[in-house]
Nanobody, 125 residues
Framework: QVQLVESGGGSVQAGGSLRLSCAASRYTYRRYCMAWFRQAPGKEREGVAAINTIGGSTYYADSVKGRFTISQDNAKNTLYLQMNSLQPEDTAMYYC??????????????????WGQGTQVTVSS
């Protein structure tokens, strides 16, 4: 069983930055794809950024390209999301996800079978 614990959320003004962290138990570098999703009130959960841990390929939603960077530290069993130039529309609960099969779109909810409890990001104008 993989357990994921997010941290690093908070409140910032527009244009600011935050770095989210996801600490994973039993994190196996070459067996999982990892991603960050977000969900704003009244909206569906959407994939923000993903990484294929086998090849290291990264994927981003169009809305965050050039602003967000996903990365991982295998020694620390931790996934990161560096968020720069934050905007009010980035306000949401952010979730870390891990998928053991990595089939299909890595920004698709259905690809992942392990989820963290989320960390809130609030961006004020």
């Amino acid at each position: 069983q993989v357990q994921l614990v997010e941290s690093g959320g908070g409140s910032v003004q527009a244009g600011g930055s935050l770095r989210l962290s996801c600490a994973a138990s039993r994190y196996t570098y070459r067996r999982y794809c990892m991603a960050w999703f977000r969900q704003a009130p009244g909206k569906e959960r959407e994939g923000v950024a993903a990484i294929n841990t086998i090849g290291g390929s990264t994927y981003y939603a169009d809305s965050v390209k050039g602003r967000f960077t996903i990365s991982q530290d295998n020694a620390k069993n931790t996934l990161y999301l560096q968020m720069n130039s934050l905007q009010p529309e980035d306000t949401a609960m952010y979730y870390c996800a891990a998928g053991s099969t990595c089939l299909g779109s890595l920004l698709s909810f259905s690809t992942y079978n392990y989820w963290g409890q989320g960390t809130q990001v609030t961006v004020s104008s």
